[in-house]
T-cell receptor, first 110, second 115 residues
Framework: SQQGEEDPQALSIQEGENATMNCSYK?????LQWYRQNSGRGLVHLIL?????REKHSGRLRVTLDTSKKSSSLLITASRAADTASYFC??????????FGAGTILRVKS | DTGVSQNPRHKITKRGQNVTFRCDPI?????LYWYRQTLGQGPEFLTY????????KSRLLSDRFSAERPKGSFSTLEIQRTEQGDSAMYLC?????????????FGEGSWLTVV
């Protein structure tokens, strides 16, 4: 079963705009990770945020985590056509695996 | 290329046939994972190994599925008597032993189409 749920399911924006994707999960976690997947390809790790962190940045990416609401958001600033992909959140509950959501499909139009 | 390697990348097979996928993890990684992903869904955990020991299996891994990692290096995932519902992408990933808080690295996946 999938722990996280991403919202929206699909997002279409113009190049240069910001894209925000949200992830909600059900049980307490050790950390939450975001991955990107280009069509038909494997997953690429983007960023990890631990349960005791509230915000993290990496280049044009900003991730927030609200453990009281069991939610996270991924912000991609100044989006580019190359950012077109599916984005997944994955939670680590302290077990030995990541549990993924169903993903958000992002399309950036040039 | 020192990433996770999977082959074959694509496999089309007739229902009832057996298929085997191979995964070569990043060389210093002790942990190896198999996930399955169907269209429009996120990856679902199947099983993981620490070295050669298979330590956890999902209920998704029916008795037609078997995974091995004989020498703690590469791994194989075999599906016997394939069914159309097995059509999916099978993803392999690896990580260091200290899983929590560390990145797991995925391969490009092996697409299976059962006709």
């Amino acid at each position: 079963s999938q722990q996280g749920e991403e919202d929206p399911q699909a997002l279409s924006i113009q190049e240069g705009e910001n894209a925000t994707m949200n992830c909600s999960y059900k049980t307490s976690i050790n950390n939450l990770q975001w991955y990107r997947q280009n069509s038909g390809r494997g997953l690429v790790h983007l960023i990890l945020i631990r349960s005791n962190e509230r915000e993290k940045h990496s280049g044009r990416l900003r991730v927030t985590l609200d453990t009281s609401k069991k939610s996270s958001s991924l912000l991609i600033t100044a989006s580019r056509a190359a950012d077109t992909a599916s984005y997944f959140c994955a939670t680590d509950k302290g077990g030995n695996k990541l549990v993924f959501g169903a993903g958000t499909i992002l399309r950036v139009k040039s | 290329d020192t990433g996770v390697s999977q082959n074959p990348r694509h496999k089309i097979t007739k229902r009832g046939q057996n298929v085997t996928f191979r995964c070569d993890p990043i060389s210093e990684h002790n942990r190896l994972y198999w996930y399955r992903q169907t269209l429009g869904q996120g990856p679902e955990f199947l099983t993981y190994f620490q070295n050669e020991a298979q330590l956890e299996k999902s209920r998704l891994l029916s008795d037609r599925f078997s995974a091995e990692r004989p020498k703690g290096s590469f791994s194989t995932l075999e599906i016997q008597r394939t069914e159309q519902g097995d059509s999916a992408m099978y993803l392999c990933a690896s990580s260091t032993t200290e899983f929590s808080g560390n990145t797991i690295y995925f391969g490009e996946g092996s697409w299976l189409t059962v006709v």
